[in-house]
C-alpha cells in the first residue's frame, strides 16, 4: 500500500510544535503600520506571481509590505521557501528543500526589469542540504540581474555558509553592490535564538568579505526585544567595527506567533535613536535604527546615503 504525505497539511515550523505557548505582548502605538493593498501593491505581487518568486516580505511576515509594495519594492528570496534551519525567531517554513529552479536567475532578473528598480535586494533560505550552500546560484542570480539590468544596484542578504568551503568566494566574485548577512542578536542568545549558527563566524564571515573586495559595501543587522542587555548590543557594535562592517540596521523584534521565541519587550523610539548615535560615533559609515527597521527597509535610499558618506570620508 502506498501512503501519500499531504505536503500542504504539514505544519510550517515542526520544531515548534510541541513547544509550549507564550503570551503575545500588545504591541505599542509606534508598531502600528497600514494594511496593504494600494493599486500599486497589486501590481507589485502580480509581476512576483507571474515570475513565480517568493519574497521574504510574506515569508517572514514583514510589517512594512504595504509600504514598500506600494513603491515597487519587493525582497526577492531565492532557493525555495523551505529552510533548513530552525531559528527560533524566524517565520520561513522549515523543512528540507526541493531542488534548484534554473530558471530563477532569468525570472528574478526579469522581474526586477519589470518592476523598474534602481536598487534590488537578493535573500535566500539556508541551504545547508547544499554542497556549497547556495553559492552559486546567488552568483548566477547576480549576474543575470547585472546583464539584464546594468544600471541596477544589487544587494545581497545571505546566509553564513557554515562548513562550505570556498563559497563566500564564489559569491563574492559575482560583485554584488552590497553584502548582507545578519547577526540577529547578540551572541548570549544565540543557543536559544539562532541555535544553528555561530556568532564568531559570522563576524568573521563579513570581515573576509572585506579582505577579498574592498570596494563591497558590507551590512549587517540585528534585532532588539529578545532579552540582550545594551552593554551586550555596543559590543556588538564592536566587533562589527573591527571587522570594517559599513552599514548596521537595529529593528524590534516581532513575535510572529504563540511558539516563536517569546517577545521580552518593546525597545521604545527613544532608545532606538541612542543606539544610532552610539553606533554613528563608533564610525560606521550608515545605521539604521527604529522600532520599523529591518534589513532590505529604504534599501535603495540607503544605499545612495552609503555610498555618498564612503566619498565624503575618503574627501571627495
Not at 547544499?130 to 553559492?135: E, R
Request: hydrophobic letters at 40%; a positive charge.
Amino acid at each position: 500500500m502506498v501512503t501519500l504525505i499531504d505536503i500542504a497539511a504539514r505544519p510550517r515550523h515542526p520544531e515548534k510544535v510541541n513547544r509550549p505557548e507564550s503570551v503575545m505582548l500588545r504591541k505599542p502605538d509606534w508598531i502600528r503600520v497600514k494594511a496593504p493593498g494600494s493599486p500599486v501593491y497589486q501590481e507589485t505581487q502580480k509581476i512576483v506571481r507571474e515570475n513565480n518568486l517568493v519574497t521574504v516580505c510574506e515569508e517572514a511576515g514583514c510589517p512594512n509590505i504595504g509600504e514598500c509594495w506600494s513603491k515597487k519594492h519587493a525582497t526577492m528570496m531565492i532557493m525555495g521557501e523551505i529552510c533548513t534551519r530552525a531559528c527560533a525567531f524566524c517565520n520561513v517554513r522549515t523543512g528540507l528543500p526541493g531542488p534548484l529552479d534554473p530558471q530563477e536567475p532569468e525570472n528574478v532578473a526579469t522581474a526586477v526589469a519589470k518592476l523598474g528598480l534602481e536598487h534590488v535586494v537578493i535573500t535566500s533560505v539556508d541551504r545547508d542540504d547544499l554542497a556549497d550552500g547556495g553559492a552559486q546560484h546567488f552568483a548566477d542570480v547576480v549576474r543575470a540581474i547585472r546583464a539584464r539590468n546594468p544600471r541596477t544596484t544589487i544587494e545581497i542578504l545571505t546566509p553564513d555558509f557554515l562548513r562550505k568551503e570556498g563559497a563566500l568566494e564564489i559569491v563574492v566574485a559575482s560583485k554584488p553592490d552590497v553584502f548582507n548577512h545578519n547577526l540577529e542578536t547578540v551572541p548570549s542568545k544565540y543557543l536559544k535564538v539562532r541555535p544553528g549558527a555561530r556568532y564568531f563566524h559570522s563576524i568573521r564571515l563579513l570581515q573576509r568579505v572585506k579582505e577579498l573586495d574592498p570596494t563591497i559595501f558590507t551590512k549587517s543587522g540585528i534585532m532588539v526585544g529578545l532579552g540582550e542587555e545594551r552593554n551586550e548590543v555596543l559590543q556588538l557594535m564592536d566587533d562589527l567595527r573591527s571587522a570594517d562592517v559599513d552599514f548596521l540596521t537595529i529593528g524590534q523584534y516581532l513575535q510572529p506567533t504563540k511558539k516563536h521565541y517569546p517577545l521580552q519587550r518593546f525597545v521604545t523610539p527613544e532608545e532606538f535613536k541612542s543606539y544610532a548615535t552610539v553606533a554613528t560615533a563608533k564610525g560606521f559609515l550608515l545605521v539604521a535604527s527604529s522600532p520599523l527597521t529591518r534589513s532590505s527597509y529604504h534599501a535603495g535610499d540607503d544605499f545612495t546615503r552609503l555610498r555618498e558618506a564612503r566619498m565624503a570620508r575618503l574627501g571627495h
